[in-house]
């Protein structure tokens, strides 16, 4: 290792989502600018490494912007696929999408996720169905507690239909900054 390490912050250039922080030493930082890809140097693998090189899901380098001090860096980059070594867009998932994944990767028979994923699409679709009227009637005549315990069933019968259809919940929030401009 050449130096002190710094954060190395990576958003994506075109939604400004964050998607990882890593941490980089000189060397890591000079090969970032000089071949266009994110490099990092793995504190627990005493090496650098390029993001990507087993998964080929690299970060393609746009713009690295040192802080006010030059400890961290901000590196703006277009990813080719997933991020995090999960499978999500970002390192920064919301935490019931995370445990979904958990759930799914778990396997267990014992899991509602996973009896949901392996029901199939068209039972989930049925689910998200089942809960969006209740959320309707409740909003119409029942406690604020009943509501948001009806919405909070929608929400994780949504992501779970997400799952199962093999999209992240990050391409919603990019739908809704689309519409949004």
Same mark, same amino acid.
């Given at each position: 290792m050449s130096g002190q390490l710094r954060a190395a912050i990576v958003q994506d250039d075109a939604t400004? #989502?964050?998607?990882?922080?890593?941490?980089?030493?000189?060397?890591?930082?000079?090969? !970032? #600018?000089?071949?266009?890809?994110?490099?990092?140097? /793995? +504190? /627990? $693998? &005493?090496?650098?490494w390029k993001k990507g090189e087993s998964s080929g899901n690299t970060l393609r380098v746009v713009?690295?912007?040192?802080?006010?001090?030059?400890?961290?860096?901000?590196? $703006?980059?277009?990813?080719?696929?997933? !991020?995090?070594?999960?499978?999500?867009?970002s390192c920064f998932t919301p935490? *019931?999408? $995370? =445990?979904?994944? &958990? +759930?799914?990767? /778990?396997?267990?028979? /014992?899991?509602?996720?996973?009896?949901?994923?392996? @029901?199939?699409?068209?039972?989930?679709? $049925? =689910?998200?169905? @089942? @809960?969006?009227?209740? *959320?309707?009637?409740a909003s119409l005549s029942e406690s604020d507690e009943r509501v948001i315990a009806e919405a909070a069933d929608l929400w994780f019968h949504t992501l779970v239909l997400l799952r199962s259809r093999g999209l992240d919940p990050a391409a919603i929030e990019d739908e809704l900054r689309r519409r949004d401009r």
């Open positions: 400004g #989502r964050v998607l990882m922080l890593g941490w980089m030493d000189e060397e890591a930082l000079a090969l !970032t #600018r000089s071949s266009g890809f994110v490099h990092f140097y /793995s +504190r /627990s $693998r &005493q090496r650098l713009e690295v912007v040192p802080d006010c001090d030059d400890d961290a860096v901000l590196v $703006r980059a277009n990813p080719d696929g997933p !991020t995090c070594h999960d499978g999500s867009t935490w *019931l999408w $995370r =445990k979904i994944l &958990q +759930r799914e990767e /778990s396997g267990s028979p /014992s899991s509602y996720v996973v009896s949901l994923l392996e @029901e199939g699409t068209a039972r989930i679709a $049925r =689910k998200v169905g @089942e @809960e969006a009227v209740e *959320l309707a009637v």
